[in-house]
Nanobody, 123 residues
Framework: QVQLVESGGGLVQPGGSLRLSCAAS????????VAWFRQAPGKERERVSC????????YYADSVKGRFTMSGDNAKNTVYLQMNSLKPEDTAVYYC????????????????WGQGTQVTVSS
């Protein structure tokens, strides 16, 4: 069964850190374009980070550049999003997604989505 499962969300104070995980089953993440998205209430979904090929760069939204880091563990078929210096405006549901479009960039149609994990940044 093809599945993406996120975990690691929660409530954190401004300036704090969280690490989100996205575990894949039924397919190999390393062969896919993989991205993290987020959606806050009343706002459009925003792509936070993306990697198009395993040997390529990670792209970050300007809003998170320098604070968030996307990484992966092939042995665990899992990607991570390390989020540091969190701000209240980072509050959103975070989703990971994968596209069968390896190497074609990040502006692709994503085939698989996780269920999302809530991140709330508040004092």
């Amino acid at each position: 069964q093809v599945q993406l499962v996120e975990s690691g969300g929660g409530l954190v104070q401004p300036g704090g850190s969280l690490r989100l995980s996205c575990a894949a089953s039924g397919f190999i993440l390393d062969y896919y374009v993989v991205a993290w998205f987020r959606q806050a209430p009343g706002k459009e979904r925003e792509r936070v980070s993306c990697i198009s090929s395993s040997d390529g760069p990670v792209y970050y939204a300007d809003s998170v550049k320098g604070r968030f880091t996307m990484s992966g563990d092939n042995a665990k078929n899992t990607v991570y999003l390390q989020m540091n210096s969190l701000k209240p405006e980072d509050t959103a549901v975070y989703y990971c997604a994968a596209a069968a479009a390896y190497g074609l960039g990040c502006n692709v149609l994503y085939d698989y989505w996780g269920q999302g994990t809530q991140v709330t940044v508040s004092s």
